[in-house]
């Protein structure tokens, strides 16, 4: 069985170059039932300034975090993706549809970059989401605090 192509959780552009790419590229530890629904992901950051690829790993609640924080971005708002364990991404939408982007690596990396996405790109986010969590399915369920089983859904 091959790896899925990779898919691009996140794809932020204008056309001045600016660029923030989240790409989901598989599971983190494949096989492990602690580890398996974790996703591993590419963060590229493109903008005349800087040129840049980080590691972030995902897992369900990350998801469904940003699900929840995409839905409620208006004017004025902030989402974010990642956070407690290293890379975290943060938008501020702004009031004349300016996408302020800043890229958090504890260590290596704090930047921040604008960009002025399309004016769907908040229902195409959603899309992507939903072809992450098609691509890499949640298939372990934890049935008592530290204790993972494989799901009955697993494979199908």
């Known amino acids: 069985m091959t790896d899925p192509v990779p898919v691009d959780l996140i794809d932020l552009a ?3 170059g600016n660029r923030c790419i989240v790409r989901v590229t598989g599971r ?3 096989g492990d039932p602690m580890l398996h629904d974790i ?4 963060v590229l950051v493109f ?11 995902l897992s369900p609640h ?14 004025g708002r902030d989402a974010s993706i990642g956070g407690d ?10 009031e004349d549809g300016w996408l302020s982007i800043t890229v958090d690596d504890p260590g290596r990396l ?13 229902s195409d986010h959603h899309e992507r989401l939903e072809q992450v969590r098609r691509t890499w399915p949640v298939e372990v369920v934890e049935t008592a605090p530290g204790v993972y089983e494989w799901s009955a859904d697993r494979g199908r």
């Open 28 to 30: 983190f530890k494949s």
């Open 62 to 75: 990350d998801l469904d975090a940003w699900q929840e924080e995409l839905s409620a971005l208006a004017p």
């Open 85 to 94: 364990r290293g890379l975290t991404l943060g938008f501020h939408l702004h």
């Open 39 to 42: 996703l591993r992901a590419d």
């Open 14 to 16: 204008d056309e001045d």
């Open 110 to 122: 704090i930047t921040m970059i604008g960009a002025r996405p399309e004016e769907n790109w908040i």
């Open 47 to 57: 903008a005349s300034f800087v040129d840049a690829r980080l590691d972030v790993y």
